[in-house]
């Protein structure tokens, strides 16, 4: 039978859960948002999660995802998110606050797990990256499907520049930029990135991956294979729950109610099992 845990998804405009079937990556029900507070503080978001967390009535593990840099817990960056983040234990906090067992980690590395378990990385051995593009460019970086945490490849210096600022989708429509213009600044750092790590697969993420056919066939002289990602900005909440079950398999709930389809079709309180959930 199938098994379900809650996922919640921390971005800099809403945060967004629901509980997944992870057997498939379907939603079990609606998904609920509730826009980020402002500014994004620490304890205001941790009382958002423990609303959603109230929302489903629910009484097991969670999986949290974090704009920034996660490890034991603890915050190490922030992007789009209070500077207050940095430095703090985020998933006592918000353990704290929502009285349920927190698997906290990297809101890009979360999506890379959903895609390597169920979407455009299924199946695919060798070095696999996933760019989440938005507000800025977060990374998955996968090594024969085991997680490698934490790159923030969004951070590579182009021109003088993080490559986010001149290539994520905000800095798109920032500029005004068409498909053909920021086709080419992606090529750009995907050629940078190939430079580093030669992937033999680039997923492209984020809610813009639904508007793939305007940009992916643009970008040029690109070795690795480039494709959109299947769970879109779903793969967050996906990733979350399949980290949470992964450090907590005895508890992974049966699900209770019909499934809804997730739509766009996109580890204790710590980080045991992220790399496991990948496979």
């Known amino acids: 039978m199938a ?13 967004k859960g629901a509980p997944v079937d992870l057997s498939t990556g379907e939603f079990t029900r609606e998904r609920f948002r509730i826009a980020t507070p402002q500014p994004s503080r620490p ?28 490890i034991d817990g603890v915050a190490l960056s922030a992007a789009n998110v209070s500077k207050r983040w940095i430095g703090l234990d985020a998933a006592s906090l918000i353990a704290e606050a929502t009285g349920r ?22 199946g695919r051995s060798g070095t696999v990256v996933l760019l989440t593009l938005g507000t800025g460019i977060g990374s998955a970086l996968f090594s024969d499907g085991v997680l490698v945490p934490n790159t923030e490849f969004g951070h590579i210096q182009i021109k003088g520049k993080d490559a986010e600022v001149r290539a994520s989708a905000k800095a798109r429509t920032d500029r005004g930029l068409s498909w053909g213009q920021w086709a080419k600044r992606l090529g750009t750092y ?7 790590i030669s992937p033999s697969l680039i997923i492209v993420g984020g809610g813009v991956s639904r508007r793939s056919e305007h940009f992916v066939p643009l970008i040029e002289g690109v070795r690795a294979e480039i494709v959109p990602a299947r769970l879109v900005n779903n793969a967050g909440i996906v990733g979350a729950a399949m ?37």
């Open 190 to 196: 995907m050629r940078h990135l190939e430079a580093l």
């Open 243 to 279: 980290a949470a079950a992964a450090a907590h398999p005895e508890e992974t709930a049966e699900p209770a109610r019909a499934k809804v389809r997730a739509v766009g079709g996109t580890g204790g309180q710590r980080r045991r099992g992220t790399a496991k959930a990948a496979r």
């Open 43 to 70: 304890k205001p978001v941790a009382k958002v999660l423990a609303e959603i967390v109230d929302h489903f009535g629910w009484d097991g593990p969670v999986g949290v995802t974090y704009p920034g840099v996660v």
């Open 101 to 122: 067992a927190i698997t906290l980690l990297n809101d890009a590395d979360a999506a890379g797990i959903a895609e390597m378990r169920l979407g455009a990385g299924r």
């Open 3 to 15: 098994r379900e845990m809650l996922g919640i998804d921390i971005g800099g405009s809403g945060i």
